[in-house]
């Protein structure tokens, strides 16, 4: 029975009668993951002066989804919840991305850092480990930024084979981040290679795809750090690494032909490895996901939404995000589903056959199935919560409508605002809506207090 059918079965088991998904027979899975891109970025967005063809094709031959979010504002938190397939609240510590050379930026972040101890922990439920433990291959190629300590290294969470950039940004050509730090690693151990990253990156998971076999399925997590400063294109190569002080490093300033040709060149190689699936004939078997991590910095095209990176504002966690899986996910789809990055856990653990602990229940619906089914959308409560320094964003989406908050010490700016007319978040409803206004605030409220965990208990 080929994969195809099998994951037929388990999507309409009222058709068919059967949730099982036999071992030898489940999907491949590739997650590919871009760094700060923004949700305008691509030409399949609407971006008209950025070629993007191999992402724009793989929109045509599955679903581009206009309302999928990120768990985080930034990027560690979004990770922690892709492989958790839980808000990264649960864990402690991972709400604000790690800082350069592993700086915490928040009070529970400070204190584990104090320790030793910022990262995601090994005992922590990962889906990446219920895949192994499952009979998966696993591969990690990219970008890492859940834990500078040895301990927290990805091969320790069910990776067998792991080639990373430890932190959250390098220099593209020689592997140092803007303190200095040397951030290029393979299974825990810093190595020496040349190159760019965003190529390194996919090489490698194209010659882990290659030494795939039929006996056993695969999940592959490409994890870029483009379109992430320092600004550098393929072309770029420089003999000495990137001064610390270059202008490269800001994160809002990126050249205009610069960071094109960054993302150009992912799609390009994103295109190079998905011809390696069709080479391989793993095509037709090949679960293959594409998203960003946060929403776009200032120098992204996020339009037509408001607010950019590090906001709960729709800028900065709305998302581009596509999914093939032919057979299953029918083509040329738009979704308006509202969505967001741990759904994709949840459908993976589903058409992988693995389950979550029973205290750790998957919080996602089951994107696939959702698609494949051609089921209609639902509205559904998200949840956004992003503490740095002495500044917390704070977000609630039920429905169409946003509850939107910045707390800054003592003082705090909250909104309500209704998507289904107001994307960009310009109308404030929360004088003209008060109910509303006051539910979703309650939401939030009872939200934080229950979910929002440290290392060392529930905050006082």
């Not at 020689?174 to 020496?192: E, K, S, T, W």
């Amino acid at each position: 029975m080929n994969r195809i059918l099998l994951l037929l079965l388990a999507c309409f088991p009222v058709l068919f009668g059967s949730h099982a998904v036999e071992a030898g027979d489940r999907p491949n899975i590739v997650f590919i993951l871009a760094d700060d891109l923004g949700y305008g970025d691509l030409a399949c967005y609407g971006r008209e002066d950025i070629r993007t063809p191999n992402l724009d094709e793989l929109a045509k031959q599955g679903v581009r989804f206009t309302n999928h979010y990120a768990n985080g504002a930034e990027c560690t938190p979004t990770r922690a919840a892709l492989l958790t397939g839980r808000y990264q609240q649960w864990i402690g510590g991972l709400e604000c991305a790690i800082g350069t050379g592993n700086l915490g930026r928040y009070d529970d972040a400070i204190r584990l850092r104090e320790t030793n101890d910022l990262g995601f922990p090994t005992d922590e439920q990962s889906i990446v480990r219920l895949l192994k433990d499952a009979g998966y291959a696993t591969a990690i190629t990219g970008k890492w930024h859940l834990g500078y300590e040895p301990k927290f290294a990805p091969h320790l969470h069910g990776f067998d084979y792991t080639f990373y950039c430890i932190g959250g940004g390098m220099d593209y050509f020689h592997y140092l981040d803007n303190v200095a730090g040397y951030n290029l690693f393979q299974d825990g151990d810093p190595i020496r290679r040349e190159g760019h990253f965003t190529d390194l990156a996919t090489e490698e998971a194209i010659e882990f795809v290659k030494r795939q076999s039929d006996e056993k399925p695969f999940f592959l997590y490409l994890a870029y750090t483009c379109p992430h400063s320092p600004f550098q294109g393929p072309d770029d190569l420089t003999k000495n690494p990137l001064p610390l002080n270059s202008p490269l490093w800001n994160q809002g300033t990126a050249p205009p032909d610069v960071y094109i040709a960054m993302i150009e060149q992912m799609d390009t190689r994103i295109g190079d490895l998905l011809n390696t699936l069709d080479v391989e004939k793993l095509n037709g078997d090949t679960l293959v996901i594409f998203a960003s991590d946060n929403g776009g910095t200032r120098s992204a095209r996020n339009t037509p939404l408001s607010g950019i990176k590090g906001s709960t504002n729709e800028g900065g966690i709305r998302v581009p995000a596509i999914m093939r899986l032919p057979g299953v996910i029918p083509a040329g789809v738009d979704s308006d589903q509202a969505c967001i990055t741990f759904d994709f856990t949840k459908s993976i653990a589903r058409i992988a056959g693995v389950k979550p602990a029973i205290d750790k229940p998957l919080e996602g619906i089951d994107i696939v199935q959702h698609v494949a089914e051609g089921r209609r959308d639902i509205d559904r409560t998200l949840y956004w919560r992003k503490p740095r320094g002495d500044t917390v964003w704070k977000g609630v989406r039920e429905g169409t409508l946003k509850f939107v908050a910045q707390q800054r010490g003592d003082k705090e700016s909250e909104f309500l605002f209704d998507l289904a007319t107001d994307v960009s978040e310009t109308n404030d409803l929360k004088t003209s809506r008060p109910t509303d206004f006051k539910r979703l605030k309650a939401k939030y409220i009872e939200w934080e207090a229950t979910t929002r965990a440290t290392r060392r208990g529930r905050p006082q």
